[in-house]
């Protein structure tokens, strides 16, 4: 049997049936880590740096656990203190829509809000 070489070249260009990263999954994942994250916390800015990262390295963690092959996973987060003012964020991205996706998730309670945006980026 000859093996198709441009079968072998289009199989490295998406990813396997059921192997797409998901954005509900993707959210449901970042609103967990912000629950046992920030649930209770109250807003202190000597402590925003620490918590950003440790945010951000968690829902990478556990977004990599999805073992999803060859996907490259970004994570911004924002902690700021809630004042009753308005916050927009905004990106451009240029990426395959059929492969590549992104979830974002909002956490605020009386003193504190935080976005966290999750990108899944797959890599050929």
Not at 15 to 22: E, Q
Not at 31 to 43: A, I, M, R
Not at 96 to 104: L, P, Q, V
Request: charge should be neutral; aromatic fraction near 8%; glycine fraction near 6%.
């Amino acid at each position: 049997m000859v093996a198709n070489p441009q079968h072998d070249v289009l199989s490295q260009l998406r990813p396997a049936y059921g192997m797409r990263a998901s954005p509900t999954k993707m959210k449901e994942l970042i609103k967990e880590v912000l629950k046992e994250s920030l649930s209770g916390q109250t807003y202190q800015g000597d402590q925003v740096q620490q918590q950003t990262k440790l945010i951000a390295d968690t829902v990478k963690d556990k977004l990599k656990g999805e073992l999803l092959p060859r996907y490259k996973f970004m994570v911004q987060v924002v902690i700021g203190e809630q004042r009753g003012e308005g916050v927009r964020m905004g990106c451009r991205t240029f990426w395959d829509r059929d492969t590549d996706t992104y979830a974002s998730e909002t956490f605020t309670n009386d003193s504190i809000f935080c976005i966290v945006v999750a990108y899944a980026v797959y890599l050929c």
